[in-house]
């Protein structure tokens, strides 16, 4: 019986104890890092909107400078205008794809605004 519990003695291995003590750190680690990947995804989110809607405004903004400098008349920007004068752009996301001012497979969801000389992307 000596010689059982010897050798028993010798085996190696964590107690219950210690495997407890990990489980309740990891459970800890994981409680702090959850909230902590949700933040940084939706920063993540909010920064790809934020960029995607300064990218139509630069696009509108290039198509209404094209059609303002179309002096030889050829009315191939004549569509930045459609519907209005020539001091108020009606341009709509759609039209700034169609005529290869935005390059992209699916269109920004949002409305095109011009007021005060500049433009502005809302996300819908």
């Not at 019986?1 to 010897?6: F, G, H």
């Not at 702090?32 to 939706?42: H, Q, Y």
């Not at 934020?50 to 630069?58: C, Q, Y």
């Not at 004549?78 to 759609?94: L, Y």
Request: hydrophobic fraction near 40%; avoid cysteine; glycine fraction near 8%.
């Amino acid at each position: 019986m000596r010689k059982i519990w010897r050798e028993l003695k010798k085996e190696k291995g964590f107690t219950l104890v210690e495997l407890l003590a990990v489980i309740v750190i990891l459970g800890i680690i994981v409680a702090i890092a959850i909230p902590a990947i949700g933040n940084i995804i939706e920063r993540a989110e909010t920064g790809a909107e934020e960029a995607e809607a300064e990218l139509v405004e630069n696009a509108a903004r290039l198509a209404h400078v094209a059609a303002q400098a179309d002096t030889e008349g050829t009315n191939e920007a004549s569509w930045v205008f459609d519907g209005g004068d020539e001091s108020t752009p009606n341009i709509t996301v759609e039209e700034l794809r169609t005529n290869d001012y935005l390059e992209s497979d699916t269109l920004p969801d949002g409305t095109l605004n011009y007021t005060d000389g500049s433009f502005e992307f809302t996300h819908n």
